[in-house]
């Protein structure tokens, strides 16, 4: 841990930013000193969202509705949020600062050597279990059931205090069903290998959704490794809906038949077959230890993590001891998972919601494509204009040269024409190599009216939700080459209709994006937001256009072959 700097911590309204724990998809957070009269002083977690999305409607949506489903839970065994607020523009949740470890410290063997013995693991889930519970209980004001569902329970966002507390940290996805927010239809989201059969099937879900990710955290706390996550996205559905569970007696025959058979009733695939509640579940762990001594009290809890866990816990004393000495640390670094809540606390993914109708990009190019570095859009452009029409960029040319040039570009082009038609033979139409090409957001040119159409499809409508994301003129772009591209018989009536496509049955293909989510079009048809799981595909070419939720289009081209399933292909931003 680096050392604290010699000025004060930074103001962030009432609350003075010590040090960045993490920086997520949507958002940063801090740990925070809120001081008052008397020497009162707390410390406290500020999540904060990311300038550049603070203007983006959709987002803050997402992030809103994420602290008020937190906000309604009061419980012991989850992460207690104090305040939602805004500060220049930029909202914020304010919670508790939790000092532990996340339950997968404690399978890992670098960490927590011995093997987690029974008695451990399920004093771990019982609490857990019921901090859950009480989140699937929340009920509106008329008494009817929320029906909240984290969907995002992992190892890494149920946390152990030191005072052998249980945390659920993260409601950031946390589903409300029929809630005002919503994501769009068929997307899905949370961590891929803790997911169910039926939340990567895109059904509606419930609070047995999290039954089946508790058992999985449960499973890999013993076994001490996934359960469930393989070398890629697909290979981690397949897993999911059709590879065998090993028991974990198999793996650990030390542990009680009884225990075993409570996480392998967790782990069905059939919901109907789980435990009802996060509740019963905890009550089966509870019963399955009783004959070798019970869980462990909170304090019998407490003594396991300091002991086990003292190096990574003397790292957070440090940082906690800058905040209440006035200190702060680089607030441009984050400190990672060794400190703080020891997670990353932000999960909630990117994304944006589209009509199906809406076309993401405009595709044409002449000549060999170039890649100039862009330069940021302006501040001053409305964003929807900036992210719809093609940069032309007109050289400075003396008025004495100028008919002369113009004259001398009409002749070259005739002649290009011409050459281009007596060359032109039954070709395949070109198509852009198999290497994602980044097409950046667009400026008009000076004079919109004179301009040539480049737009393959006149009827294309902008996405309804693109004057709502503003260009981020502080975000540095990608590394990546970017480029317009354009077909170069764009507007040209075609006579070949070209080789015949191949027959038979589809094939699959399993396409994802990271480390943001993104917005999928294949052949101009709308499919969702990644992760897209086995889609069924016609065999042959097939163009892919992603979104993000930045305004920033990818495009590639994929072969299907019939009855085959082919590699699965992630889009990188």
């Keep these: 841990m680096g050392a604290a700097s010699a000025t004060t911590a930074h103001t962030f309204g009432k609350y003075s930013l010590v040090a960045k724990l993490a920086t997520g998809g949507m958002a940063e957070i801090f740990l925070a000193r809120l001081s008052g009269a008397a020497g009162f002083e707390k410390l406290v977690v500020v999540k904060r969202i990311l300038p550049h999305l603070a203007k983006d409607q959709n987002l803050v949506g997402m992030f809103l509705a994420e602290a008020k489903i937190a906000a309604q839970i009061s419980h012991h ?34 960490m927590f050597p011995p093997p987690p013995e029974a008695r451990l693991v399920a004093s771990l889930g019982v609490q857990a279990c019921e901090g859950l519970h009480h989140a699937h209980q929340l009920k509106r004001a008329d008494g009817q059931l929320m029906e909240v569902v984290h969907r995002d329970v992992s190892a890494n966002n149920l946390f152990a205090t030191v005072d052998g507390v249980v945390k659920v940290l993260d409601f950031g996805i946390a589903k409300v069903q029929d809630a005002s927010v919503r994501t769009s239809t068929g997307s899905v989201k949370g961590t891929y290998a803790y997911m169910a059969p039926e939340q990567l099937r895109g059904e509606r879900l419930d609070r047995r959704t999290d039954v089946f990710a508790m058992g999985i955290v449960l499973w890999e706390l013993f076994a001490r490794r996934h359960l469930f996550k393989r070398d890629t996205d697909f290979l981690t559905f397949q897993a999911i809906t059709s590879d065998p569970v090993p028991d974990v007696s198999e793996l650990r025959p030390d542990v009680p038949p009884s225990l075993c058979a409570v996480i392998a009733k967790a782990l069905s695939r059939d919901r109907d077959l789980r435990q009802p509640s996060a509740r019963v579940l905890g009550e089966e762990l509870s019963k399955s230890v009783h004959s070798i001594g019970g869980i462990f009290s909170a304090s019998e809890l407490s003594d396991v993590i300091n002991q086990a866990f003292e190096v990574r816990l003397r790292d957070q004393r440090k940082l906690i001891q800058v905040a209440r000495e006035g200190g702060s640390m680089d607030l441009g670094e984050d400190l990672g998972p060794s400190v703080g809540h020891g997670t990353a606390l932000v999960t909630t993914p990117v994304s944006i919601t589209t009509d199906a109708r809406s076309e993401f990009a405009i595709e044409a190019t002449f000549g060999p494509p170039q890649t100039p570095k862009p330069s940021s859009p302006s501040r001053t452009a409305p964003a929807a204009a900036q992210a719809s029409r093609p940069t032309v960029v007109i050289p400075a040319i003396g008025r004495s040269k100028a008919p002369l040039i113009a004259l001398a570009l009409i002749v070259l082009g005739g002649i290009g024409i011409a050459v281009y038609f007596l060359t032109r033979g039954p070709k395949e139409p070109p198509i852009v190599a198999d290497n994602p090409t980044i097409v950046a957001p667009i400026v008009a040119p000076p004079d919109a009216a004179a301009a040539p159409s480049y737009n393959a499809r006149p009827d294309a409508t902008e996405p309804p939700d693109a004057a709502a994301s503003p260009a981020d003129a502080d975000v540095e772009p990608p590394d990546a080459a970017v480029v317009v591209v354009v077909t170069p018989d764009a507007g040209v009536p075609k006579t070949d209709p070209g080789p015949k496509k191949p027959t038979g049955p589809p094939g699959f293909i399993t396409i994802d994006s990271a480390p943001v989510y993104a917005v999928i079009s294949i052949d101009g048809r709308a499919f969702g937001e990644t992760p897209l799981p086995r889609i069924s595909l016609t065999p042959g070419r097939h163009r892919v256009v992603a979104k993000s939720a930045s305004g920033l289009v990818q495009s590639t081209t994929i072969t299907i072959e019939s009855g085959k399933v082919a590699p699965a292909f992630r889009f990188k931003w």
Excluded at 82 to 89: A, C, M, T, V, Y
Excluded at 90 to 97: L, N
Excluded at 98 to 108: D, M, Q, Y
């Design 77 to 110: 065994n989850v992460c207690q949020v104090f305040e939602l607020g805004e500060i220049d523009g930029r909202y914020f949740i304010a919670m508790e600062y939790l000092e532990g470890v996340p339950f997968s410290c404690f399978r890992r063997r670098d």
